[in-house]
DNA sequence: GTCAATTATTGACGTTTCGTCAAATCTGTC
DNA sequence: GACAGATTTGACGAAACGTCAATAATTGAC
């Protein structure tokens, strides 16, 4: 029935032109920086037709996360893709998880915004849904390599301990270090210098720690990450090396 | 020269109740609920008044976080005097963290916000040195301690991995996981029910992945961290009780 | 006790931003 | 080209921030 006209493409487009003035002015002069009327202005529109898109502006931050939720999404599941050990596998996810923190630093930021400033209140149902849905299919993926290693055999989990606990440890370690390094601009100055590699490490020894086999001083990881990015990450290589993106470190 | 008059005593005061009627709005309606308006009836002052005392709305933010900073940092303290093995002393700190984060669970909350809300470049810079200071010296405390293990020569860091580089790694998973405890109110939805206790059990396993002896395979550091309770945090106890407080869970 | 100087309080006001909606404009169809 | 329906507009009201001149209270000297 509805037809894809030239003015509904034209609308389609005006969305993503909304995003991404919206992102860059949530970048650059954060939380207020952020208003209707400066997107409109620049976009040569008027705040009703933003309106017309967005019912408030809480929605437009949280379609932004959204948006890098999805891409983080694709990573993980290409990073799940790698063939091999649990553990190796789970690497996968660890390096997905090294790249998007990469490609898309601001995220975290948004992250923490969306689940604090009554952003989660004022948006739409709809939208509330999508990004839990993000969410819990970034976090399945790991449960499932964890369950993995317990069916393998190269993981015990302790007494009442389940996957998703050790899910909760992971993310939780991941998610507060990107964190801090996105919101704490003098990390360096407290001793911290290579902030997304050392999450890496932290990681495999909080694995370690679960005995999940084959052990990180039994078994060079790194190596494996460096597979992992070549087999599972090559488009995104070239933009990651303008980064200078270093997983041997 | 500053006499403490009636008068400077009343007010004095006034800014104790300020910060507490404060919390209670952001609290209950979050970042949007705190109004300067509101504080002021709620208060029976005029609102110039409350700008008598606070600048902006983003200093009595950043001074109610600076208020559980500094409970924080006497927490810290009186954990890491427990005596015994650096590991056990870590156990003091690791109490103190899971105290302070059930009495106030809400601080992740505030920190979140202070981080992002544009609340930082808002207030002025000697509120926000002090809560610098604040965290640096929780931090720093937690440093003491795995440099006292090094030196134990129970810990050997990874090459090129600096004790401020493990304490990245605590600080995130436990600040990671308490944020998401503190603002993702259905984690049990996902299987994760008893996310307090489950941080201490994580982190001690980061621990043992870093072979810092004894490890707690060998070494039930549930006793320790009972013992801690009553002998460093007797004063809480019951306070704590009331919140059902399990370290044996 | 009086009074001038200092200090504290007030609330009306200007400003910014949100979000609305009736009126104006545009678009596609017959 | 006339008309219905979709889209766009921007003036407007409401809410909140932060200011400041005017007012009130307090203090201390005499």
């Not at 993503?16 to 003035?21: G, M, Y």
């Amino acid at each position: 029935m509805t037809k894809v006209t030239r003015k509904k493409r034209e609308i389609q487009q005006r969305e993503e032109k909304i995003l991404s003035v919206a992102q860059s002015l949530i970048l650059s002069e954060g939380y207020h920086g952020l208003n209707m009327d400066r997107i409109a202005e620049s976009l040569e529109y008027s705040k009703g037709t933003i309106y017309n898109h967005f019912p408030n502006k809480e929605e437009i931050i949280l379609a932004l996360g959204i948006r890098t939720m999805e891409s983080r999404i694709e990573l993980f599941r290409r990073g799940s893709e790698f063939p091999g050990l649990s553990r190796e596998r789970l690497q996968g996810i660890g390096v997905a998880s090294e790249i998007f923190a990469r490609l898309y630093p601001h995220h975290f930021f948004l992250e923490q915004m969306i689940r604090i400033s009554s952003i989660w209140e004022k948006a739409s149902e709809r939208r509330r849904q999508q990004f839990q849905s993000c969410e819990m299919q970034c976090m399945a993926s790991v449960a499932k390599i964890v369950s993995a290693g317990v069916a393998e055999n190269n993981l015990k989990l302790p007494e009442g301990f389940t996957p998703q606990d050790l899910v909760y440890g992971l993310w939780s370690l991941v998610s507060g270090a990107y964190s801090l390094a996105a919101s704490n601009p003098n990390l360096a100055q407290l001793g911290i210098n290579e902030p997304y590699s050392r999450v890496r490490l932290l990681a495999n020894h909080l694995l370690d720690g679960f005995q999940w086999r084959p052990l990180s001083t039994d078994y060079d990881y790194s190596i494996v990450a460096e597979k992992v990015l070549h087999t599972q990450f090559l488009p995104e290589l070239s933009r990651l090396e303008q980064l200078q993106f270093p997983l041997s470190r």
